[in-house]
């Protein structure tokens, strides 16, 4: 199982920017689909960005715009630039295979975006 450390949350006010960063243990190269994924306080997980090791992207509409995935694989990480946050983007944010193994999660990141 590749081990995934996420980094680069913090708390940033509404409009600003954030780059968040997920390092593999191992290679990511063979990996089809990665995700990035985020939970709300009181809410379920959701998928926010996806990207196949081709480079093929896809958002969630809430994030369609703003927010950019993108990987290296020779560096076996993956990247959610997040540009116009808004209050309502305030969660954890974790990266995994997509679909997610049933039982691997890193820690996640905390994004918080208030005034």
């Known amino acids: 199982q590749v081990q995934l450390v996420e980094s680069g949350g913090g708390l940033v006010q509404p409009g600003g920017s954030l780059r968040l960063s997920c390092a593999a243990s191992g290679s990511i190269e063979s990996i089809y689909r990665m995700g990035w994924y985020r939970q709300a306080p009181g809410k379920q997980r959701e998928l926010v960005a996806t990207i196949t090791n081709g480079g093929t992207t896809n958002y969630a509409d809430s994030v369609k715009g703003r927010f950019t995935i993108s990987r290296d694989n020779a560096k076996n990480t993956v990247y959610l630039q997040m540009n116009s946050l808004k209050p309502e983007d305030t969660a954890v944010y974790y990266c995994?295979?997509?679909?997610?193994?049933?039982?691997?999660w890193g820690q996640g990141t905390q994004v918080t975006v208030s005034s």
């Open positions: 995994n295979k997509q679909p997610p193994p049933r039982d691997y």
